[in-house]
């Protein structure tokens, strides 16, 4: 079956510019979590979705950050007023049931960021 | 917080050479671990995970690991790589209790490199 679909898949900006950055996670999928994976960083937690509501941001390292999900399906990450620190890739990942630890979250291919 | 340590940066063997992957974790409660894998050029894929029970876990690909709950710990192992194995292997870690968000923190990862 279908994955988790994130686009575009390389994204290259200018320092400053808004950038949007899509995921659509696997269908009946009721959480959804972004990470980033920088180097020398590993991979980092942004936020949570479950459903539509975010009940933890607390990984989002400014508030140039911003993520929001509709339908209880796909969800943007907006990032305001690029820094050349937010180059990284950027993950989403989705599971069944996040309210329940043990389930398996499954990862799309990334947003490769590159601010110029 | 949370956080889960890999011993090796980069692993370099030899084709039928047996590995393990140190994974170290501090947090006080009920955990669940995963590892996951990365070939290169793909997404993050599950390879095992521990929740309760038999403590030696086994996953894909001829992977197994085993929680340490003494150690804090929940090494990698496989008695004889492939050539095919050559990937970045993360672990991670959630906190696991009912009502949990899930979101996972994981280790920098551990390049394997396989040599033919």
């Known amino acids: 079956g279908a994955g988790v679909s994130q686009s575009p898949s390389n994204k290259v900006t200018e320092k400053g510019k808004d950038v949007e950055l899509r995921c659509d996670p696997i269908?009946?999928?009721?959480?959804l979590y972004w990470y980033r994976q920088s180097l020398g960083q590993g991979l980092e937690f942004l936020i949570y979705?479950?459903?539509?509501?975010?009940?933890?941001k607390s990984g989002l390292p400014s508030d140039r950050f911003s993520a929001e999900r509709t339908g209880g399906s796909v969800s943007t990450l907006t990032i305001q007023r690029t820094q050349q620190e937010d180059s990284a890739v950027y993950l989403c990942a989705s599971s069944l049931d996040g309210g329940y630890s043990n389930q398996p979250q499954h990862f799309g291919d990334g947003t490769r960021l590159s601010i110029l | 917080a949370q956080s889960v340590s890999q011993h090796n940066h980069h692993v370099i063997l030899s084709e039928a050479a047996s590995l393990e992957l140190g994974c170290n974790y501090s947090?006080?409660?009920?955990?669940?671990l995963f590892w996951y894998v990365q070939y290169p050029g793909q997404h993050l894929q599950l390879l095992l995970k521990y929740f309760s029970g038999d403590p030696l876990v086994k996953g894909i690909k001829g992977f197994e690991a085993e929680f340490i709950k003494s150690k804090f710990s929940f090494n990698l192992r496989k008695p004889s790589v492939q050539w095919s194995d050559t990937a970045e292997y993360f672990c991670?870690?959630?906190?696991?209790?009912?009502?949990?968000?899930?979101?996972?923190?994981f280790g920098k990862g551990t390049k394997l490199s396989v040599k033919p």
């Open positions: 979705f479950q459903g539509n509501s975010a009940p933890d």
């Open positions: 991670a870690v959630n906190a696991g209790y009912g009502g949990s968000q899930g979101n996972l923190i």
């Open positions: 269908s009946g999928h009721t959480a």
């Open positions: 947090y006080g409660g009920t955990v669940n």
